[in-house]
């Protein structure tokens, strides 16, 4: 091997390294999936070339990265939890299939973990690790779905499948944090990190709802050959299994175009990256031998290759957030992936210089990581320079270039009274569950702080002062300003207490928290109660810690006068404190899972619950009173769990039979 090929070797590892600890670490992505594939492939063709293999290349280990911060005991795997190979190539996915029969199934986008249970119950639990050694994390086994913690069946049993996050659940979990650094990168990300906690968190782990997706019965005591029918094993056993459809190498390709047309049309509510096949011969999968850290029989994983497009650049957009200048390709519009895309995030100006980025008219490759992002992966002809902005297009105020330890240079605006710094809060003001002003879209709020109409939420009712010049803005005239600004009076004179208090961005103070405080002390008297420096710890299911962060957000003036200005311009109605908890269901909790019937729907039964002194949580525990399920004998998780529990399981006539009113 050649000096320069071994410098372009450690050169490619430390980047493939660098990103994949960026990715799984949960900090803004520094390459595609897309040029990560790449740059893999051709680590991997001169590694074979010159027959070296450097230490920490990638092509050799399970990536780690996402377990680093995981507690519990490292313990030795019983069966070791080995990656597949990947291609990019149905026709090799074919090749692959050869004359036996198949599965398909989803490569979903979480972290693997691996479940025993002996003698009926669950044992142990492990992280994947290195495929090798893994994190013992059984500790959190009620906290998580999905799977049983009892199993009628006596034997040893070993299963592997992806502990996942919902895109949903992601979106949920990340609007409840108002601090935008804090927010997550990627529902995998959200996973790793809930993974990551300790057991006096459960109950955070618990609200999460991170769900085990079983995908496949690693081993059995019980002669099952078939994989398909190792997966029906699960199903009965109260697995949450993963999508699979039998196919063999004539059928597989019309089906991979079908699963494909499912994540192109965002039909998919988990995060997947990918689709693995394997053989239903399960005797002769193991067969297989081990190549670096791959079975080569036990499956082969069939990742999208992106599509790309060739556009040209037209100009670079500042875009101004809670903590650096994001730099933004507007480009000529190009199809990609079902949509038309014409403006992609830069990420920093690191990346830019990487590119090799020009100006206006330099001719450039787009794509859609994982079908999803839109993302600038190369330059193919510059054309002059990009200029900077000495300025910050939010406040008007001087700019600077900061480099990281890692070398990663950003645009900042060090200016604390930059209103840019605050979209992330003002979106949550507007949303529904705040003072719901419809028609005040993340890019619209961008557009109205860019031009100086709203530096404040006090400023979102006072902008029938501006509407001349919204009328001229891109996308508006006089009737959509109308319509804007008919929405902003409805909320000025329509939003109740509990969604104003949620709407004012208070750490840890959410619509449930906001409920439940609003319950304790009504309106205005928790306006009175927060001018007298109350302490709201004793308010139940409040704790010291967030009433704490009440007190310390009032303490501060800003906070202090955009509350007064804010009940000034606000018509907010009176609300009596609630009373102690009475009614059929006072002091009960209960879980409602499946569909309901008499009730229109599931919040309308939670909602008669809570009007009569009862309380539904999502998750069945020691604390849970009821179950209700309209197919008591089903043998869901929750079912499973409530027999094990001891906990009575009604139907909804049942319920109403006990406790209607």
């Not at 992505?29 to 920490?56: C, H, I, K, Q, Y």
């Not at 697995?239 to 459809?245: A, H, K, L, Q, S």
């Not at 875009?319 to 390709?329: H, K, N, Q």
């Not at 809060?425 to 619209?444: C, M, P, Y």
Request: net charge negative; proline share 4%.
């Amino acid at each position: 091997m050649t000096e320069l090929e071994k410098s372009r070797m450690q050169d490619m590892i430390r980047r493939l390294n660098q990103a994949s600890e960026a990715y799984y670490g949960g900090r803004d992505e520094t390459m595609s999936n897309f040029e990560w594939d790449a740059l893999f492939d051709e680590l991997s063709r001169l590694e074979a070339e010159t027959g070296v293999v450097l230490p920490d290349s990638p092509t050799q280990k399970v990536s780690t990265a996402a377990e680093e911060n995981i507690a519990g005991a490292k313990e030795p795997h019983e069966f070791p939890a080995l990656s597949l190979a990947k291609t990019k190539s149905v026709e090799e996915l074919c090749a692959w299939a050869g004359e036996r029969e198949i599965w398909l199934s989803w490569k979903l986008d979480g972290l693997t973990l691996v479940l025993s249970y002996d003698e009926g119950r669950l044992t142990r639990i492990l992280t994947r690790g290195n495929g090798s050694v893994g994190s013992n994390i059984t500790f959190m086994k009620d906290a998580l779905r999905g799977f049983p913690t009892k199993i009628d069946y006596r034997g040893h049993l070993v299963v592997r499948g992806e502990a996942t996050i919902s895109y949903p659940e992601f979106e949920r979990i990340n609007a409840s944090i108002t601090d935008p650094d804090q927010r997550f990168a990627n529902p995998r990300n959200l996973a790793a990190g809930t993974l990551a906690l300790d057991a006096k968190s459960l109950p955070e782990v618990r609200e999460r709802n991170v769900v085990f997706n079983a995908f496949t019965l690693v081993y059995t005591q019980e002669e099952i050959v078939s994989w398909g029918a190792r997966m029906d094993r699960l199903d009965a056993l109260g697995f949450t299994t993963v999508d699979r459809e039998r196919c063999d190498a004539r059928t597989l390709p019309e089906a991979v175009e079908r699963w494909t047309r499912r994540v192109d049309t965002g039909e998919m509510p988990i995060p997947v990256d990918g689709l693995v096949i394997c053989y239903d011969d399960t005797d002769y999968a193991a067969t297989g031998s081990v190549t670096g850290h791959h079975a080569t029989r036990a499956g082969l994983a069939f990742k999208w290759a992106d599509k790309v497009a060739d556009t040209t650049l037209r100009q670079i957009e500042w875009s101004c957030g809670a903590t650096t200048i994001t730099p933004v390709a507007i480009f000529d519009p190009v199809p990609l992936e079902g949509t038309t895309v014409s403006r992609a995030s830069l990420v920093n100006l690191s990346e830019m210089d990487r590119l090799g980025l020009g100006g206006e008219g330099t001719r450039i490759q787009v794509i859609k990581a994982n079908k999803i992002i839109p993302k600038v992966i190369g330059v193919t002809q510059a054309v002059g320079n990009y200029s900077l902005p000495e300025r910050c297009p939010a406040c008007e105020k001087p700019v600077r270039v900061q480099e990281s330890a890692s070398g990663a240079r950003t645009l900042h605006c060090d200016n604390p009274a930059c209103p840019a710094k605050d979209l992330k809060k003002f979106e949550r003001f507007v949303s529904k569950s705040g003072a719901d002003i419809d028609g005040l879209s993340t890019e619209t709020l961008r557009d109205f702080v860019g031009c100086g109409f709203v530096h404040s939420f006090a400023d979102l009712y006072r902008l029938a002062d501006h509407a001349e010049e919204i009328q001229k803005l891109e996308g508006f005239g006089q009737k959509s300003c109308e319509n804007l600004l008919a929405s902003v009076e409805r909320s000025r004179t329509h939003t109740d207490a509990v969604h104003f208090l949620t709407a004012l961005c208070i750490p840890q103070i959410g619509s449930d928290a906001a409920k439940r405080l609003i319950g304790a002390y009504g309106w205005p008297g928790f306006a009175r109660e927060l001018e007298q420096d109350t302490d709201f710890s004793a308010v139940d299911g409040l704790g010291p810690e967030r009433s704490a962060a009440i007190r310390g957000w009032y303490r501060q003036e800003s906070n202090r006068r955009v509350f007064e200005e804010l009940t000034r311009l606000m018509t907010i109605p009176a609300a009596e404190p609630s009373a102690k908890a009475e009614g059929s269901c006072a002091g009960l909790i209960f879980v409602i899972t499946g569909e309901v019937h008499h009730f229109s729907n599931r919040d309308a039964f939670k909602a008669y619950v809570e009007a009569n002194g009862g309380k539904v949580t999502g998750s069945v525990s020691k604390k849970t009173d009821y179950l209700v399920n309209n197919d008591p004998a089903s043998t869901s998780a929750k079912n499973n769990k409530a027999r094990e529990l001891g906990i009575p399981i009604l139907s909804e006539d049942e319920f109403i039979a006990r406790f209607g009113s």
